[in-house]
């Protein structure tokens, strides 16, 4: 059974920054290489993907709202994916969930292929 934990989300004013992690316990996979990716959901919308990132070779993915603000890191030692957050907007205000599935690749961001999540960390960017 995996577990996963998001935390380091708390309100911040536009312009700043956070660092989030996504701890996960148990087993994710029998080579322990996954692809780890972030989620965000804000308040009335769809789940979308952010950023994810490839155990195996730290590839990283992104998404076009986020790249060059995002940076997407890994620990596997401790089994914890980060997301560095910098020059928050407002629409980024979201609930941040991790997830894991076997490869990254085209389908990164397909929520539908992910099936064991977190219990997300709130993000609120004011302005």
């Known amino acids: 059974q995996v577990h996963l934990v998001e935390s380091g989300g708390t309100s911040v004013p536009a312009g700043g920054s956070l660092r989030l992690s996504c701890f996960a316990s148990?087993?994710?996979?029998?080579?322990?290489?996954?692809?780890r990716g972030w989620f965000r959901q804000a308040p009335g919308g769809e789940r979308e993907g952010v950023a994810a990132?490839?155990?195996?070779?730290?590839?990283?993915w992104y998404a076009a709202s986020v790249k060059g603000r995002f940076i997407i890191s890994q620990d596997n030692a401790k089994n914890t994916a980060f997301m560095q957050m910098n020059d928050l907007k407002p629409e980024d205000t979201a609930m941040y969930y991790c997830?894991?599935?076997?490869?990254?690749?085209?389908?990164?961001?397909?929520?539908?292929?992910?099936?064991?999540w977190g219990q997300g960390t709130q993000v609120t960017v004011s302005s």
């Open positions: 997830a894991p599935k076997r490869l990254c690749g085209l389908t990164w961001a397909d929520t539908t292929r992910y099936k064991n």
């Open positions: 990132i490839y155990t195996g070779t730290s590839g990283t």
């Open positions: 148990g087993q994710i996979y029998n080579s322990g290489t996954h692809c």
